[in-house]
Structures are given as structure tokens and as C-alpha cells.
């Protein structure tokens, strides 16, 4: 049976990484955590904590990708910890809901920049939303390596772009005053909701997993991308934050819808405004380049065992890639934007992709005693503690969306528990359910 081929270095790995996470919530969520936390204090308490929460995340996943560089990532390791059920569930969720939804969504909202730009009716925004899709399919149908330069470019230019952003704002010296930056009183539900939006912000830290298969070195390359790309996020995170208050009150960016576009005008006039566009777009197709070139490992892991179409685990024969599963994606997430439902459904699904991120990393804990004498290039730092804390923190979100956000939240749990019906019947004719069969009768 063909494989992919391992043609992606440490600077592509980290690049996928640093391109997925950095979309376009640095930009717009700011506005979210103001409202929430009118505190400039506060606020870079919370991108602190999601930053490093997601960074001890991050660690989890390096010892897991170096001990066990396969195409699927986060899929194989829940499969090895927790069975073949569990690891079903979660690439169910994420080849529904988390994957094309975000694509999807992230498109949209590339149009809606660009509308800015170009008047924009809204059938040809959503041509212009599927259009980008399937471009950037094509580049990756052709070869991975096709798709990780598009990754260098867009997430180069983008880095570039936010650096000037933060550098002519932390010039700026028209600031807020002392006295318009005193602290307000803080309430226990807005660091629920600012938490969740900083979280979001950091979200894709995980993906470069998927095409584990893929990197080249991967016992070094795996965890070292982990780590520059979480320290480069949120070194950059707060620089852009500290440059935003230093331009701005809290209440003004809890007033401003798009942070980023408002902070750029004042520095740059309105020549800083547009740029700010520009590299929103950049930031948006970096980021949607990054979900399509991983997401579609996840379902050619699962056809590789035999808990998926069997097409879905095809190499094509030219060019290397999971042809076939790149353009079922690009279908699936053209039809969520053409039906307006991708918002709704990224929404339910980001709980419980939460759910799969902390039983990714609890498992780190369940393999080295299941699994003692398996070699580990790369133990998790500060473990057990980095990986009690993330978990403990991981609860708390998880519980604190249930009660604050209901009706979601059980949408996130149905659209999980909604797969174990189709498990059953992939899991009846998988190879090695045949085979575990077979043994039964011949016992018999």
C-alpha cells in the first residue's frame, strides 16, 4: 500500500503551526475580552494563561508525535490510549465539524475583508469564499510540498505584517493616560467568556500532528516545531495586545469591533487601516491553507484502518497526497458555506474538539504505563505538573461552557455522541474486527 512521503522540514512544521493558530482572532477578539474584562491587567492575565495552557499542551503533543510519528496524530494516539472507539469519535467530530467548519468559516470571513476592498454582492462572496477553498485544495491535491510553500509565504508575510502593526503602535504617543487606564471591578462569568475567546485565539496549536507522517526527522522536528511555534504565538499575542492598550482605553476596544483595522488607522492613518486588510487576508489564507493541508489525514488514517471509505485512504499515484480525501474536504466545506450552517456547526464543535485535546494529553500519563518500554525522544516538560494543570484547567472550561453555555455545549456532546452508531458499523468491517471474528468462530 502506498504512503506519504516524509517531505516537510522543521521550518514548514513550524510554519503549519504558527499559520493555523494566528487567523484573524487576534484581530477581532480583542473587542470580545474587553467587553468582558475591563481590566488591561486582567486581559493580559488571560492571554498569559490560555497561552501557556495551550503551550503545556503542546508539550504533551511533542512527547506523543515523537514517540509516534504517524499520519492522523491525535487520532493515534487516542486509538493507542483509549482504543479504536474513542480515537473514531474524535476524527468523527473533527472530519463533521471542527475541520471543514473552520475552513469554511475562515473563508467567509476572508470575503468579508475582502469586501472591503471590492464591492461584493452576497453571491459573489460566497463564490469567492468557495473559489479560495478550492484553489488552495488544488495546490495541496498537487503535492504537499506545494501546500507547505504557500504555508511559507502567507504565514511570512503575515508575521511581517502584524510586526509593523505592533511596531507604529508601540511608537504611538497619543496614548490612553494613566487615569484612563484604572482597573474596573471584574465579574467571575467575564473571565469565563474571555477565557474561552483566548482559548479559541490559541486553537490549532494540535494540527501539525495530522501530517506527523509527513515531517521529516520527526522524533526532533515534531516537538522543536511545538515549541517555537507556541513561543512565537504568544510572544506575539502579547506584543499586540500591549500595543493595542497602548494606543488604546480598555473601553474604546471593547467599543471597537475590529481592534486591529481602528489601532493601524491611528498610527498609519488610513493607509494603515487598509495594510491592516491586507494582512488579515494574508492571515486568513495562511490559516486556511494550514486546515486543509492537515485536516485531511485524519480520515486517511481511519480508512489506513479500515474505520472509514476505503477511498478516503488512497495515495494518489503522481503526487503523493491523500487526493481523494483533500477533495471530499473542499466539497464538504464548500457546502457548509453555501448553506450559511458552518458558523453554527464550528461553534458546537469547538467543546468538544476541547473534549479530544485533553484526552490527547491524559494520555500521555496512560501510555507511559501502558506502553513503558516504548522509546520517547522527548519527554514532556514539567511533567507531571504541566500536564495536571492543563487538565485541571481543561475541566474547569469544559464544565464552566456547560453551565454558562448550555444548549451549545449539548450540541457539542450530541454532535460527538451522534458517531458511535457509525462506529459500530465501520467497526463490524474493519479488517480487524473480521479478523477477531474469524478467531471466535474457529475457537467455537
Known amino acids: 500500500m502506498d504512503q506519504l512521503l516524509r ?27 474587553a467587553r468582558s474584562l475591563p481590566s488591561r491587567g486582567a486581559i493580559l492575565a488571560v492571554w498569559i494563561v490560555a497561552g501557556l495552557l ?40 473533527f472530519v463533521l465539524a471542527v475541520m471543514p467548519g473552520g475552513i469554511a468559516f475562515l473563508a467567509v470571513g476572508f470575503s468579508i475583508y475582502l469586501g472591503h476592498f471590492i464591492p461584493l454582492s452576497p453571491f459573489l462572496s460566497t463564490a469567492v469564499s468557495v473559489l479560495l477553498v478550492a484553489a488552495l485544495s488544488a495546490i495541496n491535491y498537487i503535492g504537499v510540498e506545494q501546500g507547505a510553500w504557500i504555508q511559507r509565504i502567507f504565514t511570512a508575510a ?27 471591578p471584574l465579574s467571575y ?7 474561552a475567546a483566548c482559548l479559541m485565539a ?26 517555537l511555534a507556541m513561543a512565537a504565538v504568544i510572544a506575539l499575542y502579547m506584543s499586540a495586545n500591549l500595543a493595542y492598550m497602548n494606543v488604546m482605553t480598555v473601553p474604546e476596544i471593547a467599543a471597537t469591533e475590529r481592534v486591529g483595522s481602528a489601532v493601524a488607522e491611528r498610527t498609519m492613518g488610513s493607509a494603515g487601516a487598509t495594510l491592516l486588510s491586507v494582512i488579515v487576508l494574508f ?19 481511519q480508512a489506513r484502518d479500515g474505520m472509514f471509505f476505503r477511498r478516503f485512504g488512497q495515495v494518489h499515484p503522481r503526487f503523493k497526497t491523500p487526493a481523494f480525501a483533500i477533495v471530499a474536504q473542499a466539497v464538504w466545506s464548500g457546502l457548509l458555506i453555501f448553506s450559511g450552517s458552518y458558523e453554527t456547526l464550528f ?25 513503558p518500554d516504548l522509546p520517547r525522544p522527548y519527554r514532556m516538560w514539567g511533567y507531571p505538573y504541566t500536564l495536571i494543570l492543563f487538565l485541571t484547567v481543561s475541566v474547569w472550561f469544559m464544565a464552566d461552557a456547560l453551565i454558562t453555555q448550555t444548549k451549545p455545549s449539548l450540541m457539542a456532546i450530541a454532535i460527538a455522541a451522534a458517531g458511535v452508531p457509525f462506529y459500530l458499523i465501520w467497526r463490524g468491517n474493519s479488517p480487524a474486527s473480521q479478523a477477531e471474528i474469524a478467531v471466535a468462530v474457529k475457537s467455537a
Not at 490549532?204 to 526527522?217: C, H, Q, R, T, Y
Open 7 to 33: 517531505k516537510l522540514g522543521l521550518l514548514d512544521a513550524t510554519l503549519i503551526i504558527i499559520g493555523i493558530v494566528i487567523g484573524s482572532g487576534i484581530f477581532l477578539l480583542p473587542n470580545v475580552i
Open 54 to 93: 495551550s503551550a503545556f499542551g503542546a508539550l504533551a503533543y511533542a512527547e506523543l508525535g515523537a514517540m509516534m510519528p504517524a499520519t492522523g496524530g491525535q487520532y493515534v494516539y487516542l486509538r493507542e490510549a483509549y482504543g479504536p472507539c474513542c480515537a473514531f469519535l474524535c476524527g468523527w467530530v
Open 158 to 184: 503575515k508575521i511581517a505584517g502584524l510586526l509593523l502593526v505592533i511596531g507604529s503602535a508601540a511608537l504611538y504617543t497619543q496614548g490612553p493616560t494613566l487615569a484612563q487606564t484604572a482597573a474596573q
Open 189 to 195: 462569568s467575564g473571565i469565563g467568556v474571555a477565557m
Open 202 to 227: 490559541y486553537n490549532g496549536w494540535s494540527f501539525v500532528s495530522f501530517v506527523a507522517g509527513e515531517v521529516k526527522n520527526p522524533q526532533r522536528n515534531i516537538p522543536a516545531s511545538l515549541m
Open 283 to 301: 492571515s486568513v489564507i495562511g490559516a486556511i491553507n494550514g486546515c486543509i493541508l492537515t485536516a485531511a489525514r485524519i480520515p486517511f488514517a
Open 347 to 371: 461553534t458546537y464543535s469547538i467543546l468538544s474538539a476541547w473534549i479530544f485535546y485533553a484526552l490527547s494529553v491524559a494520555a500521555v500519563w496512560i501510555l507511559r504505563r501502558k506502553l
